[in-house]
């Protein structure tokens, strides 16, 4: 058993068998936790904030067989009151009230039945889950307060995953099997279209559809130190009814006792988020109804090796090429930077394409004596065309990441039984792109206009964060308990969020607020 209690909420958690020298065995963790001691130090816009969440397992095995029945569920709120004052208002959120909802959640049973020496039956049926509620209201230039917009949507998916392994010698064995998903969705936005209007429904829709895929992956060892994994995937959508064929096939070279190498190719595909294929035309058709889903080949090469007993190094260049990915007609929208689509309402059409170039670096200490690290670095070049041909940087071409993570541990106490451990974890990353800004439009009308044909040419300013824990272990015969202090983003890197009508200035602002989040807990285990 465990529960702990910190400045952000408490943790409660139990893990074991359901009675003694049983074999049947449970796991869940709930977490409930409030900012609201945080508050002062958040920025304005963040409101106030709440989170739980509840994950479980229960296994319970047969003579031949394992059940298993899992879930989690999480919802978080956000609520953020409108400055009713006007002359204490200085941006543009300060007149805006809004609540969000969100919530997620799976649950799923497996069944695994060993049938001989060599071959097992695996099934999995699983539901998800996921669904957002927002809000907005605000005071308008003559301080009247309305509404602005009311949004709904929910996303569930029921599938089925069934396959057989069988290892038919030392070196081959193939995994086979189907999988079967029925998708459905509903979304309702109404929106206000000027400061007097009541609400009018801009986007009602529902819909449901059925995917079928059959898989086959054999991997055969050529010798004890070659070997190769290839594999087809068949998927069938009954939206656009598409049949795609995917190959896939890999490769791995044990270079001696210390180093490998690995190539693997293959193709994949995506299905969209079903309501862009029922989006709806003034006269009720849906133009999306007939859009590919979105595929892309993949190539990744790997070096492996290891350094000393507990150093390893690890590097992957890659290469992506997306294509058939929906983009908008006369615009230079495109899919892959897709946010928030339960909002989008317009007709698409293939043709759009995407590249990712890139190479990934790993160093690895596992913890052995009193230390260790990770450090990983990624870096990349991410770009789209849009219909009309021309290529742009996607919101994601932040170009370079990098994350530095160590640890040193301590054993102090009167029989040297406690332990003190100082964790720090740097993080160095490029901004994320975003819109263009076209300030004299912006300037006329005296709110933030957009060019689309300077779209993510903008980028927010690097960040570079620092956060770091202090954990003090009391290890006791029978119980431990572990006292904590954690400070993310130590510096006070400031968090960017777009742009904004600054109206005490007139003009464009990026809303950028800095942040520090600290948490002190204490845990109990017994």
Known sequence: YAFGLSS?????????????????TYLFNYRFSTLTLLQPILPPEAGKLNYQDLSWKINIPGKKCIWSFWGFGARDSQHHDAVADST??????????????????????????????????????SYSGYGVQLTQSAFSADNIFHDEYNIKSLNQRISNRTYVQKK???????????SVSGNSYLVRVQQAFSDTTALQSTIDGKGHSMQFTAFSQS??????????????NAVYNNLNEDILIEPRISSRIECGALSSVSLAAGLYSRSEPLNVYFIQDSSGACPNRSLPATKAFHLVAGYERVLSENLR??????????????????????????????????????????????????????????????????????????ASGKEFNTRFNKHYVVNLLGGYEWKVGRNKKNLLNLNLRLCFMGGDRTETVDYAVSMATQQVIFDDSKIFETKKPDAQIVSIALNYRI??????????????????????????????????????????????????EW
């Open 313 to 386: 190094l690890k590097i992957e260049p890659y290469y992506q090429y997306l294509y058939d990915v929906p983009v908008g007609i006369n615009n230079n929208f495109s899919m892959i930077n897709a946010e928030a689509v339960y909002l989008l309402n317009e007709p698409l059409k293939p043709g759009g394409t995407g590249q990712n170039i890139g190479i990934d670096f790993t160093l690895e200490r596992a913890l052995k004596g009193k230390y260790y690290y990770l450090m990983t670095a990624s870096l990349f070049d991410s770009r789209y065309t849009s």
């Open 88 to 125: 204490e208002r200085e941006l543009e959120s300060d007149a805006l009230q809004y609540d969000s909802r969100m919530f997620s959640s799976a649950s799923g049973l497996n069944y695994r039945l060993q049938l001989n020496s060599s071959a097992f039956f695996s099934s999995v049926l």
């Open 219 to 232: 991997k055969i060892s050529l010798s004890d130190r070659v070997s190769f994994v290839a594999g087809i």
């Open 168 to 178: 038919f010698s030392a070196r081959h064995s193939n995994k086979s099997g189907f």
């Open 8 to 24: 952000n909420g408490i943790e409660v958690s139990s893990e074991g068998p359901f009675k003694k020298g049983g074999r049947a």
């Open 475 to 524: 290890n006791k015969r029978k119980h431990a308990s572990v006292w904590s202090i954690q400070m993310i983003n130590v510096l006070g890197e400031k968090d960017y969020e777009g742009y904004e009508w600054d109206e005490h200035s007139g003009t464009v602002r990026m809303k950028a607020d800095p942040y520090i989040i600290p948490a002190i807990s204490y845990k109990i």
